[in-house]
């Protein structure tokens, strides 16, 4: 019967190659034995020595093989025979490894998980001390520590990728490790070796008291962290029976300190904290309002949001686009139509031929509303009372900016410029009344087509938003090119004109383009600006026209 | 006096101990390169344990503790009459690689009191931050937190440095904050991480050519939040993480109970909430970020049942979704049982592919039977009647702790 002695280093690769050579042979597990003997190479003590089968022929699954190179560093003496056995098995059922109710199975991931607790227990426990010289180019350090398993050989890459740069050695009693210019070897284990405390122990030693909070004791959690099995080689050990000593009367001082009276120097820093004028506001049109939205608390939207986005463009931008609420990256950013639905609303611009700087951009709610989902915030359309929460921040935009034409994106666009959001489908491409019976024509949100599932629909929805951006860019030019060429245009936008210093005289609307003289086309099978009824353009907003945009 | 470089580590890790974040954990794999120590392996070591089971990874130091703000629950604010000290650049980054390199670290985690300004402050954090990447080539762990008012330049260039920022929200509602930390603005701190998830995101982002941005913060950004100090109830904490979670990708939120601070201050509460407190927290935070859960199912108001862990709460209120056929339900379901780890579910669905499961089987899996009794029904197991018993509750809950001869 062979009889298979596997080498203290090297253990893992040799009990494979054995491992093979037996399953080749067809050697069932019951006529192997197996040991750790003390010699570097593998033995078969036996004249039945079977082949080193070729490369190729013997098929494990990946996950048995990824258990056996852990478990086998598991200090049970039965685990190489463990192993064999369940490679024997797996021959007939390739996919026992997927059953972690097998006995077998469990058993060697059981063994698996130790090992690689004790890898990491290493990884974390190895305490080094300097050995050679300090201002050596390369510096010396040493280390002594007992694992529970024969883990050293598997841990000590780890040391070797991240303490590349110095010499150093890991004894243990069953292997040494020796890292030294870069190459690592390994030796029979040895007895303890003298290290001295360097300063750096009692300054760790100051640090791990310090970072303790007497407050919390938890003694048995750090035994189960931090089994006294490793306490031998750590230089912090020594001080936590002390510690623990003097914990509770620590943690009573701590509770119990009568609050005193704060230094002189800290009433004088704090006067002159006090005296500090108030950081200012990022230059730019939106800190107009920044200042006072930042404080609005009208609605709970602001809780869940980062900022409130206020609108961005020119004081005097003859056009004003009003969106439905900050997308997840205008939150973040703090600008609007900064995301996705930003980015084609920009684009639809610039096709449109609409210059984006003469351009005011704004939302009718201005924070962010919107549901979890994981680690996504997902938009919410907001309702009726953000809407109108929000509606005052809008109405001091247009104050601010008085635009000839607004544009409404969307249906919250829409209620809270005509205070009617239902029939947006019906209603879009048309002018109606805003406050102060500014024209506003209303479209559909960008951020509606983005979601649309049917490509050719999403394709026809943003042609159709192209051309009421084009209905727009018109209607202002007719505006501009004088108030008798086109009547029809909109009513409203000549009533409020005069109220503009030099307002339609002045050519604004060209913003440095030569305008284009035609009327704007009515687009078919669509109502376009000159058909909307009279009796429409007269519904009154819900506001009152009067003193909202003067104050 | 001047005081020697033990008294300064003391006062200034005293001072950091009440920030509950330790991980180093998160990271991208790196390793140490000719001449320059350290690796970061990704998943963190703790490399020792303190008497208050806390694990210690990092070097964590406060720069300096001397302050300008004055938020009540620190004990480093202005008006504590506390012992005062900074640490050198020089000094910080000696400690920094000695401990280092004695394998008790896996880096640094630097905080700091405010001098003269957020800004002034954040400067020469960063500038320790560089003499250990430059000069040193430390390529160990940073964790750097984030100066409260600190502009965002300054974030980003901290970014390229540490392997994790962090912005403390410290706590959970805008009027705990307005009175507790009056010169902390709670809309700033979310700016700040803004700022952090934009610059995160873009150095992901491969150029045209297919080249990467140099790593922005690639551990992440996590935060603290101190429970117990003002009033707010656990379902606001747990409806704040889960914003925070999905707003700037926080890989975590740190639960802090308050610890009454030496010669606090009369606008705290004189006891601090019992630890118990922050477990559950943790345990509904797990529920978040691994099982699925909103804040609103874990806990839709009021405060978490100090006598059964979240989960189980959950369960016992909806009764009528158990028991859950482990033969066959969906890994979303399993995942809602009571004493079903995410690892335990992974292994049920692996192995019903052979068997059809069995009560046995399920203990080798590792799930707490004693819980998941009542809610699971498996080839050889049903609970019956278990489900529906009157005292199912004090079944699940821990017998009470007999009091405590006073």
Redesign the interface.
């Known amino acids: 019967m062979p009889h298979v002695i596997l080498p203290r280093i090297g253990t893992d690769r040799a009990w494979r190659e054995a491992a093979r050579a037996c399953l080749a042979a067809r050697l069932a597990p019951e006529r192997v034995t197996w040991s750790l003997g003390e010699a570097e190479d593998l033995l078969f003590d036996d004249d039945e020595v079977p082949p080193a089968p070729r490369p190729g022929t013997v098929r494990a699954p990946a996950a048995f093989v990824e258990l056996a190179a852990q478990a086998v560093w598991h200090r049970d003496p039965e685990r190489f025979a463990r192993l064999y056995g369940l490679l024997w098995r797996l021959r007939l059922h390739p996919?026992l490894m997927?059953?972690?109710?097998d006995?077998a199975v469990?058993q060697l991931i059981r063994m698996a998980r130790a090992v690689r607790r004790d890898i990491?227990r290493l990884?974390?426990?190895?305490?080094?001390?300097?050995v050679g010289d300090r201002t050596a180019p390369r510096?010396r350090?040493a280390?002594w520590i007992e694992p529970q398993h024969l883990t050293l050989e598997p841990a000590a890459p780890?040391?070797a990728?991240?303490?590349?740069?110095?010499d150093w050695l890991i004894a243990t009693p069953d292997l040494v490790a020796c890292f030294e210019d870069g190459v690592l070897r390994f030796e029979e284990g040895a007895s303890r070796p003298e290290l001295a405390e360097d300063e750096?122990?009692?300054?760790?030693r100051?640090?791990?008291?310090?970072?303790?909070?007497?407050?919390?004791?938890?003694?048995?959690?750090?035994l189960?962290?931090?089994p006294r099995r490793w306490w031998a080689q750590?230089p912090?050990a020594a001080a936590?029976p002390d510690?623990?000593r003097k914990?509770e009367a620590a943690a009573r001082?701590?509770?119990e300190?009568?609050?005193?009276?704060?230094?002189l120097y800290?009433r004088a820093?704090?006067r002159r904290?006090e005296a500090a004028p108030p950081?200012p506001h990022p230059p730019g049109p939106a800190s107009v309002l920044a200042g006072d939205l930042?404080a609005c608390r009208a609605c709970p939207l602001w809780?869940?949001?980062?900022?409130p986005v206020p609108g961005e463009g020119p004081p005097d931008a003859p056009l004003m686009l009003v969106g439905e609420q900050p997308e997840d990256?205008d939150?973040?950013?703090?600008r609007p139509f900064a995301g996705p639905a930003g980015d084609l609303l920009l684009r639809l611009l610039a096709e449109a031929g609409i210059d984006r700087a003469q351009v005011y951009l704004t939302h009718a709610v201005k924070h962010f509303n919107?549901m979890?989902?994981?680690?996504?915030?997902l938009a919410r359309s907001p309702g009726g009372a953000e809407i109108a929460a929000c509606r005052p921040w809008l109405l001091r935009e247009l104050e601010l900016v008085r635009p000839r034409l607004i544009v409404a994106l969307g249906a919250t666009a829409a209620a809270a410029l005509t205070g009617r959001a239902e029939g947006i489908l019906r209603r879009r491409g048309g002018i109606e009344a805003g406050p102060e019976g500014l024209p506003v024509l209303l479209t559909l949100h960008p951020g509606h087509l983005l979601r649309l599932p049917d490509p050719v629909a999403a394709e026809m929805e943003t042609e159709a938003l192209r051309r009421d951006l084009i209905t727009a860019r018109r209607h202002l030019e007719g505006m501009a090119a004088g108030s008798g060429g086109d009547a029809d245009a909109s009513p409203s936008a000549e009533a409020n004109a005069p109220r503009r210093a030099g307002g339609s005289a002045a050519p604004r609307g060209s913003r440095g383009r030569v305008p284009d003289p035609r009327p704007p086309q009515p687009e078919p099978g669509r109502s376009s600006p000159a058909s909307i009824p009279p009796s429409r353009q007269g519904h009154a907003p819900s506001v009152p026209p009067r003193g909202v945009c003067g104050g | 006096m001047a005081r020697t470089?033990?008294q300064k580590?003391?006062?200034l890790?005293?001072a950091?101990?009440?920030d509950a974040s330790c991980a180093s954990s998160g990271g991208q794999g790196r390793?140490?390169?000719?001449?320059?120590?350290?690796?970061t392996?990704g998943s963190g070591?703790?490399?020792?344990?303190?008497?208050?089971?806390?694990?210690?990874s990092l070097?964590?130091?406060l720069m300096t503790n001397f302050c300008?703000f004055?938020c009540a629950y620190c004990p480093s604010r202005?008006?504590?009459?506390t012992p005062r000290a900074r640490l050198a650049p020089e000094e910080v980054v000696q400690?920094t690689i000695?401990?280092y390199?004695?394998?008790?670290i896996e880096g640094l985690f630097l905080s700091s009191g405010i001098i003269r300004s957020p800004d002034d402050t954040m400067q020469d954090m960063i500038r320790i931050l560089r003499i250990l990447r430059e000069r040193e080539g430390f390529r160990g762990y940073i964790h750097l937190k984030v100066i409260p008012?600190a502009s965002a330049g300054l974030i980003e260039e901290a970014g390229l440095l540490a392997d994790r920022l962090s912005v403390n929200v410290e706590l959970p509602t805008?009027a705990g904050l307005a009175r507790l930390a009056p010169?902390k603005d709670a809309?700033d701190i979310?700016?700040q991480?803004?700022t952090i998830?934009?610059r995160t995101e873009a150095a992901q982002e491969r150029s045209p050519t297919g080249r990467r941005p140099p790593p922005f913060a690639p551990a992440g950004q996590s935060t603290q939040v101190i429970v117990g100090a003002d009033g707010a109830a656990d379902a606001e904490i747990l409806r704040m993480s889960?914003?925070l979670?999905?707003?700037y990708?926080l890989r975590r939120v740190y639960y802090s109970a308050y610890?009454?601070?030496?010669?606090?201050?009369?606008r705290l509460p004189p006891r601090?909430p019992p630890?118990l407190r922050e477990h559950r927290l943790y345990q509904a935070d797990w529920l978040l970020r691994h099982y699925?859960f909103?804040?609103e199912e874990v806990l839709p108001a009021g405060d978490l049942d100090p006598d059964l862990d979240p989960k189980t709460a959950w369960a016992l209120r909806h009764r009528h979704l158990f028991p859950v056929d482990v033969r066959r339900a969906g890994r979303e379901m399993l995942l809602r049982v009571p004493g079903f780890g995410t690892r335990t579910v992974d292994?049920i669905l692996?192995?019903r592919?052979?068997?059809a499961?069995r009560w046995e089987?399920l203990r080798?899996?590792g799930a707490v039977l004693g819980r998941a009794a009542p809610f699971v029904e498996a080839e050889d197991w049903h609970p019956r009647g278990l489900l529906e018993a009157e005292g199912l509750r004090d079944r699940l809950a821990p017998p009470p702790q007999q009091l405590s001869l006073f």
């Not at chain 1, 100051?206 to 750090?222: K, L």
């Not at chain 1, 300190?257 to 230094?263: L, Q």
């Not at chain 2, 390199?101 to 008790?104: G, Q, T």
Request: proline residues 6%; charged residues 30%.
């Open positions: 996919r997927d059953d972690p109710a006995a469990a990491h990884h974390a426990f190895v305490r080094f001390r300097e510096r350090f280390a780890f040391f990728r991240r303490f590349a740069d110095m750096a122990d009692a300054l760790w100051t640090y791990f008291a310090a970072i303790f909070n007497p407050a919390r004791v938890n003694r048995r959690r750090m189960a962290e931090m750590m912090e936590i510690l623990l914990a001082t701590m509770a300190a009568p609050p005193r009276e704060p230094p800290a820093l704090a904290a950081r930042a809780e869940g949001a980062t900022q990256r939150d973040l950013t703090g919107y979890t989902k994981g680690r996504q915030r | 470089l033990h580590l003391q006062i890790a005293e950091a101990r009440h390793d140490a390169r000719k001449g320059e120590p350290g690796h392996t070591i703790c490399h020792a344990f303190t008497p208050d089971g806390r694990c210690i070097l964590k130091v300008i004055d202005l008006s504590a009459d400690l000695e401990f390199r004695r394998n008790m008012g805008e010169r809309q979310r700016r991480m803004a998830r934009l889960e914003q979670y999905a707003g990708r610890v009454p601070v030496p010669g606090a201050s009369d601090p630890l699925g909103t804040a292994r692996s192995a592919r052979h068997r499961l089987d080798h899996m």
